[in-house]
């Protein structure tokens, strides 16, 4: 059996699950993959992106929801001056956005040990959800005979 990643043309879109973001490929294309994320689907209508900050604590990172994009921004604290004999943790600001398809909302968030985990859900409205119609058929030919001879008796 072939498979295919198609996790490029839809890593920042939540809720469409094939849709081409845009945005998204641009970033790609300019290099911009800072910092890096998971986006999962824990089940039908809930997906969780799970962004790696490691270097940065909670108070240093902002979530904005709005509309149908959800808006992770990181800017570090200025520290004393350390001398660094290698710096492979990188702590530069960053923005990272991501589209949201209608009727998804984001639920929470978490940090544990340098992982963001942002948790989100698709709620359809009621009105909005497919329902079963019943159908309504005619009454037998013969359920008016019963009805006049029940009458007549």
Do not use: C, W
Not at 123 to 148: F, T
Request: proline share 5%; no cysteine.
């Amino acid at each position: 059996m072939r498979t295919y990643d198609l996790s490029p043309l839809s890593r920042s879109t939540i809720g469409f699950d094939r849709l081409l973001d845009l945005a998204e490929t641009a970033q790609r294309a300019a290099g911009d993959t800072y910092p890096p994320y998971n986006i999962e689907r824990l089940s039908e209508d809930r997906y969780q992106i799970s962004l790696a900050v490691a270097g940065f604590s909670p108070d240093e990172i902002s979530i904005t929801a709005e509309q149908n994009v959800v808006t992770i921004e990181g800017t570090k604290t200025e520290q004393a001056k350390r001398e660094y004999l290698y710096r492979g943790i990188s702590t530069r600001q960053f923005k990272r956005q991501f589209s949201l398809a209608d009727y998804v909302q984001v639920t929470g968030a978490t940090f544990d040990n340098g992982l963001l985990q942002i948790n989100l859900v698709r709620e359809i409205p009621e009105a909005m959800k497919p329902r079963r119609i019943a159908i309504r058929g005619a009454p037998p030919a013969n359920a008016n005979i019963h009805k006049i001879e029940a009458n007549a008796a």
